[in-house]
Every structure is written in C-alpha cells, then in structure tokens.
C-alpha cells in the first residue's frame, strides 16, 4: 500500500521521534542502522521529511535529526506519508488501473474506496508521539 520510501519514511520518523523525546539526536547511519534501510536511500528520504517540516536536521560534530518534543505530539502520519508519496494513496485505484472512478470502476473499486478512506482516517488520526510511547514502552517494535 505504501512505496518503499513511504514505509522508511514512517519508521525513520518514529525512530527519530524515539529518541527526541529523550533528548538525543541521531545520525542517518543510526536511521539507516534501525530502519532497515540503505544509507543514501535513507538521506533522501530525511531530506524529504527536513524539506516538509516533519523533522529537524542540525550540522555539525554534534549534529543529526531531532523534532521538537511540540512536533511530536501533534504530527500525524498523513504528514509523512504526504511529504514521501504526496497524496496518490487517497486517488489510486486498487488494482493499479490507470482509469478508474465512479464512472469506469474498476472490479475492487467499491470495496477499495472503504479500505482507502478508513486508511486516511487512521493516518490524520495517529501521531507520532502514540507510535514512539508503544515503541518506549515495548508495545510495538521497529526491527524485530
């Protein structure tokens, strides 16, 4: 559902805003480390987020990422996911049609449109700071 990109661009955020909130910055070779991710696929994506606001970006011997503590109460994931992907996952088609609406549906599109519009509630509807307090607290994991 959401581009590679999208998926680092979520877990980097959260891991960012993990450690934020205790006062820590860090390097993209710690996102990339703990994300998963390819270090230069990793920078691009950060730029992304730096770019849109979603994150903090300091140079320097002591430098990395960072968010104010603010920023992470009141980020939603639809901000990363609109600062990566833009806002093609509330348009697209479920089966990846080009032409798909409510005039030449595709045979999902009904039940595609439910599934989109439950997504675009749960992502304007969940912060940053709900995911890094299950990650603080071992509800949730990053990297298993």
Do not use: W
């Amino acid at each position: 559902m959401f581009s590679k990109a999208c998926e680092y661009g979520i877990k980097a955020a959260i891991f960012i805003a993990v450690n934020s909130s205790e006062n820590k910055r860090v390097t993209p070779k710690e996102i990339s480390k703990e994300i998963d991710s390819p270090q230069a696929f990793t920078a691009k994506i950060l730029q992304a987020l730096v770019r849109h606001g979603v994150v903090n970006s300091v140079r320097g011997a002591h430098g990395g990422f960072e968010m104010d503590r603010n920023k992470i109460a009141t980020t939603k994931l639809s901000q990363i996911v609109y600062a990566i992907d833009g806002d093609n996952i509330y348009k697209g088609c479920g089966l990846g049609l080009h032409t798909c609406n409510e005039n030449h549906p595709c045979p999902v599109h009904d039940k595609f449109k439910v599934v989109r519009e439950e997504l675009k509630d749960m992502l304007e509807h969940t912060t940053l700071e709900q995911l890094a307090l299950d990650i603080k607290s071992g509800v949730s994991f990053l990297k298993i």
